[in-house]
């Protein structure tokens, strides 16, 4: 199961900094995680300042 980012996302890139296989890129309005990239680790949860990832 991958993580998610939610609306909370204030486009900080915190997560994208801190995801150890690169699964998370900016998107459109906020940062986005790629699925098939994401390994369930929960590394970005953990650095996003505002708790935006969660497990899907």
Do not use: F, H, L, R
Not at 15 to 35: F, L, N, R, T
């Amino acid at each position: 199961m991958a993580y998610v980012i939610t609306d909370a996302c204030i486009s900080c890139g915190a997560c994208e900094a801190g995801c150890p296989v690169g699964a998370i890129s900016q998107g459109d309005d906020k940062y986005v995680i790629d699925a098939n990239a994401c390994v369930d680790c929960g590394a970005c949860e953990g650095t996003c300042p505002v708790g935006a990832p969660k497990a899907e």
